[in-house]
């Protein structure tokens, strides 16, 4: 079973690289894929170009042998639409269980995604759930994904796709926006993310003003 858990990881930090382990031991797969976005539909572009961030994921795995990186978006032009994405992952994979990692935060918008009806044809949803976030009691998300979700994550072994699981996670409410404003106004953003990560930004004196 493969599974992918996509951001722009501007910067990475603790709040990425627990929950992505979170998945990888719940799920009981030899690796989850951390997936560096080029060009973000949904949001507005990183701060950082797509070969810094690249080189702060290099350094914030390294050692850690279950997670590794993906960074066929990187080498995608433009807009990093998931939907790609998992199109080329599937003709890679053939019937391998393919599984999306994602917050429940970017569950609850994921009907404005880029053709976001294929997805569910294309992988299984992994919602990481934080003990504060809930499942969307109503609304499309709920009337479409509630009837695919499934409670053991062996289920997800069982077929390609179009299944829904929620794993709970570790709860780190780190924000890259905080870090961000914390390195911009020249503060200490120790114990946040990992020290190599952070002692390449402040070398590299990135994010300041």
Same mark, same amino acid.
């Given at each position: ?31 989850? &894929? ?20 690249l ?19 990187l ?17 890679e ?20 995604? &880029? ?8 992988? &299984? ?6 003990? +504060?976030? &809930? ?18 994550? +062996?289920?997800l ?36 993310l ?16």
């Amino acid at each position: 079973m493969i599974c992918i858990f996509g951001g722009t990881f501007d910067p990475v930090h603790f709040g990425h690289l627990r929950p992505a382990l979170d998945v990888q031991q719940a799920l009981g797969i030899e690796q989850v &894929h951390l997936l560096p976005c080029r060009v973000p539909a949904h949001r507005q572009t990183p701060q950082l170009g797509a070969q810094q961030r690249l080189a702060l994921l290099e350094l914030a795995i390294a050692g850690e042998t279950g997670l590794d990186i993906d960074a066929r978006e990187l080498r995608r032009d433009g807009p990093s639409y998931m939907v790609d994405t998992l199109t080329s992952l599937r003709q890679e994979h053939g019937e391998r269980p393919l599984c999306l990692a994602l917050g429940m935060d970017a569950l609850a918008g994921l009907d404005r995604w &880029h053709r976001w009806e294929e997805i569910l044809t294309l992988c &299984h949803l992994v919602v990481m759930q934080r003990p +504060e976030t &809930h499942w969307p009691r109503d609304g499309l998300i709920a009337e479409r994904l509630g009837p695919l979700r499934v409670v053991e994550p +062996e289920a997800l072994r069982r077929r390609a796709a179009g299944a829904v699981l929620t794993l709970p996670v570790t709860q780190l409410s780190i924000s890259a926006t905080h870090i961000r404003r914390l390195l911009a106004d020249g503060r200490s953003a120790r114990y946040l993310l990992p020290t190599a990560v952070l002692e390449r930004i402040k070398q590299e004196n990135w994010y300041a003003h």
